[in-house]
Each structure stands twice: as structure tokens, then as C-alpha cells.
């Protein structure tokens, strides 16, 4: 651990710490955050009603609309003077969701990434090749001041450049790579174009993130390049990465700083709070933030807070993978879909590449779901097999085509996207 005080703190210490921090928290939005203190008002509630931990579920939820409604820096606690870095979430329509940092939220940055990459397996001393972008996006500069505080040496090579980024792995001998799942993979197939495989590269680690993946992707990138991947997860809204991440020597369930992020699981349907092992959004409240302290951020993400401790020692709470995301999630014919889901049919199947997207098409009043999956094999008898597990394990019909490996779309170090939804075009 990099912080056993913090991250091994007996429950009733950690719950004790929970409850001060959101305490606190409260007050500050009520004084400093006029948008806070009129939900607040519109909820019933003043600061006083928080007493204990369970009193949190009385007070209003934040949502991504929030964060517009006060564009830019209207939820801010803090001076704009006392402002040290501005981040902003990519993929929305219209104007992005602003973030903002004060040197306090900077060094929370950078503990919660140093923990979470030392998980991972990075020690102080190893070379970090960093291909998470840097810039707006949280990935690149928050991976960075996480490395700084833990001692690692960082190669700050962005996304994008397979090319030079293959030359630089050869020639810098990183221990520890950050990049997207999807990219890991490019970087993997740009080392096998060129004849070399996992025993070639020095790479130990591969800490993964900023969409959702699964272990048929773990197990090719463990094997291609010779690394232990864990899983990351964070978001700007709440901090950037590092919210959690997975120990390498157990990689089941992300642990999730639960001293600077209070999570709570929701029904997504009725946000009524569900218990530990129950699957529901992720709800977040980034306590200890100063710049722009959120609560109770309904995160979109559809996981679970696995029941019992880890194999770690650590105390605190771990998630399961991202399953989804409330508002990705695809209801086809009745039946909800997560793209997740796909993925787990072809891992049992396991003749397929982890290389697969969804298209969404409407002919009359009939949803249908289309597959691409990349397969060596792309015959009609694999086709077939992979629509009949499909419906046998998750209900629904769909269309599948094989494609040849190397033909759908891969990612250039951002996000890739595995579903496109026609359904609404006209
Ligand atoms: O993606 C922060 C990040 C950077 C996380 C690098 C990990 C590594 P945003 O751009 O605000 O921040 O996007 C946040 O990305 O709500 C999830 O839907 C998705 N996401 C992030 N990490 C994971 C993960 C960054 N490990 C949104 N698995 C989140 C699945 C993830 N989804």
C-alpha cells in the first residue's frame, strides 16, 4: 500500500471520517455555493440534518446538468484567486462540463492516483510511459502528478503517434504503461507488425481506464504485452482517474478511496439506495474537494460495491468493472442490453478478437441490433453461433457479421466508442 494509514484505516475511523468530511462539505456548499444552497432549500434540508451517514439519502442528488446550468465555475467554493487548474469533461454536446482545482484538490489528485498506481504494481524508481492525452482531459496531467507524488520517472508521450510511442517503449524500457484499454491493444498489434511480442518490452504494468473493458480485453493485453492490467476509474466531475483502482495481485474489484470519495449505489429507475452486491448507478460525493466539491454525483455508471474486504488488507470498498452506463444502455425490444454483456457471450466463446461494435438501426416499429466482431474464422457456423449464445444467455436477437481482424475502427489514444445508436436519426 502506499498509504496503509489511510488505505488499511479501521471502519469505524473510516466511517467517523466519512461523516465529518461530508459534514463539512455540506456547510461549505451552503455558504460559498448559492446553486447548492437553493437545492438545499428546494429539498427541505439545511446542513444541521446531517447527523449520520444514513441522513446523506435526505439530501438532493447533482447531476451532469448541473454542472452545465452553472457553467463555467458557478458551483466553485473558492475565490477564483485561489484556483490552480481547470479541467473539462470531452464527448458532451455543446459546451463541455468545467472543472476546477485549487492547490489543496491538487495534492488530493495526486495521493489518490499514487495509491491507485502503486496497486497497479508501479514502485518509486520506474519509468512510466504516460499515453493517457494530456490537456482538457483529465487523463494525461492527473496520471502525471499521481507519478510525481509516487516517484516514478514519466515519459508524458499523450495519445496518438503509435508509431513513435512503439520506438519510445523500445527505447526507454518503461516498466509501467497508462493508456485506454482499446489503445493498449494498437500499441500491441503496431509491436506484432513489427515482429516483436512480450518478451521484447520491458512493460510490467498496464494501468487501464476511461472506458468501459472486460477481461477478454485483460487477457490479450496481458498476454501481448507481457503486463498485469488493472483496472482504473475515475471522472472529472468527481476528480479525474483515480478514484479507484484494482490491486495487481488480486485485480477483483477496483478499491475505491472511500476517505476523499463517499460512494452510494442507486436503482436507476427510482434512485432509492441499494445495498452492497446490488448492481445500480454509481453515486459519488467528492468530500474533501475544495474547489468544486460535488454531492452526491449520480455518475451515469452502472456497477456494484462488492460485498466483504479484499485479499489486500485495505478497508475499503472495492467496485466491480463499469457494466455500462445508465444512459448508454440499450433497451432492445424490451430487453436491456449492456455492451458488456456482448462482450462476456463472445469471451465464453472465445473465438473471436475483443475487436467488436453495435449499430442500432430502426426499420418500422423493430429495434435491431447489429454486431461487427473481428474473427480469423468468419464463417457462417461461428456467426450463427455467436446470435444463438446471445439470445440463450441474454434474451435478445441480433444480427452478427464477422469481419476480418484489423478492419473495425481502433482507438487513437481517447475514447472509443462501441455503440452507434441510428435509431434516432430520421
Ligand atoms: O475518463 C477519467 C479517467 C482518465 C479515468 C483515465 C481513468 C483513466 P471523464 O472524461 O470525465 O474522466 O469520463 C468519465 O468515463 O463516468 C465512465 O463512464 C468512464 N470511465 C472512466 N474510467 C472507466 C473504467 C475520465 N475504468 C467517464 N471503466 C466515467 C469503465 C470508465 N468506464
Not at 504494468?205 to 472506458?211: D, I, N, P, T, Y
Not at 503486463?227 to 472529472?236: E, F
Not at 436507476?268 to 446490488?278: H, I, K, M, S
Request: neutral net charge; charged residues 25%; proline residues 6%.
Amino acid at each position: 500500500m502506499f498509504q496503509p494509514e489511510r488505505e488499511a484505516m479501521p471502519l469505524p475511523e473510516l466511517r467517523a471520517l466519512q461523516l465529518r468530511q461530508l459534514q463539512d462539505m455540506v456547510a461549505r456548499q451552503h455558504e460559498h455555493v448559492p446553486a447548492y444552497r437553493k437545492k438545499f432549500q428546494d429539498a427541505g434540508v439545511t446542513p444541521d440534518d446531517l447527523q449520520t451517514l444514513d441522513d446523506l439519502r435526505r439530501f438532493p442528488l447533482t447531476y451532469k446538468a448541473d454542472l452545465r446550468d452553472n457553467y463555467p465555475l458557478g458551483l466553485s467554493a473558492v475565490p477564483r484567486g485561489a484556483l490552480r487548474r481547470i479541467h473539462a469533461s470531452s464527448g458532451t454536446s455543446g459546451k463541455p462540463t468545467v472543472v476546477a482545482y485549487d492547490d489543496h484538490d491538487l495534492e488530493v489528485f495526486a495521493e489518490v492516483v499514487a495509491r491507485s498506481l502503486y496497486a497497479a504494481g508501479a514502485r518509486p524508481g520506474m519509468v512510466f510511459h504516460n499515453a493517457y492525452g494530456y490537456g482538457l482531459f483529465t487523463g494525461g496531467l492527473g496520471t502525471h502528478g499521481g507519478a510525481a507524488r509516487l516517484g516514478l520517472c514519466t515519459v508524458p508521450v499523450s495519445g496518438g503517434g503509435t508509431e513513435r510511442q512503439v520506438e519510445l517503449i523500445l527505447d526507454l524500457q518503461p516498466e509501467v504503461i497508462a493508456c485506454t484499454p482499446s489503445y493498449a491493444l494498437v500499441l500491441a498489434d503496431q509491436l506484432a507488425r513489427r515482429g516483436l511480442g512480450p518478451d521484447d518490452i520491458s512493460l510490467r504494468a498496464a494501468v487501464l481506464g476511461a472506458e468501459p473493458w472486460g477481461d477478454k480485453t485483460r487477457q490479450e493485453v496481458e498476454t501481448r504485452l507481457g503486463v498485469k492490467a488493472t483496472n482504473i476509474y475515475g471522472l472529472s466531475e468527481i476528480i479525474g482517474p483515480g478514484v479507484s483502482n484494482e490491486d495487481a495481485s488480486e485485480q477483483r474489484g477496483s478499491y475505491l478511496w472511500e476517505d476523499h470519495f463517499y460512494p452510494e449505489i442507486l436503482d436507476p429507475q427510482t434512485a432509492e439506495p441499494l445495498p452492497d452486491g446490488a448492481w445500480g448507478v454509481l453515486v459519488l460525493s467528492s468530500m474533501s474537494r475544495r474547489a468544486m466539491p460535488v454531492l452526491r454525483y449520480w455518475t451515469g455508471d452502472i456497477t456494484r460495491l462488492m460485498p466483504g474486504a479484499g485479499a489486500t488488507g485495505r478497508t475499503m470498498r472495492r467496485m466491480d468493472q463499469i457494466r455500462g452506463r445508465s444512459d448508454d444502455l440499450i433497451i432492445l425490444r424490451g430487453v436491456n442490453v449492456y455492451p458488456t454483456q456482448l462482450e462476456a457471450v463472445l469471451v465464453g466463446l472465445g473465438q473471436t478478437s475483443p475487436h467488436y461494435h453495435v449499430t442500432l438501426t430502426r426499420s418500422g416499429r423493430m429495434d435491431e441490433l447489429h454486431l461487427q466482431v473481428e474473427a480469423h474464422d468468419e464463417s457462417v457456423a461461428l456467426q450463427q453461433e455467436i446470435e444463438r449464445q446471445i439470445k440463450a444467455q441474454i434474451g435478445v436477437t441480433v444480427r452478427c457479421k464477422l469481419c476480418a481482424p484489423g478492419s473495425l475502427a481502433r482507438s487513437e489514444g481517447g475514447k472509443l466508442r462501441r455503440v452507434t445508436d441510428l435509431r434516432d436519426v430520421r
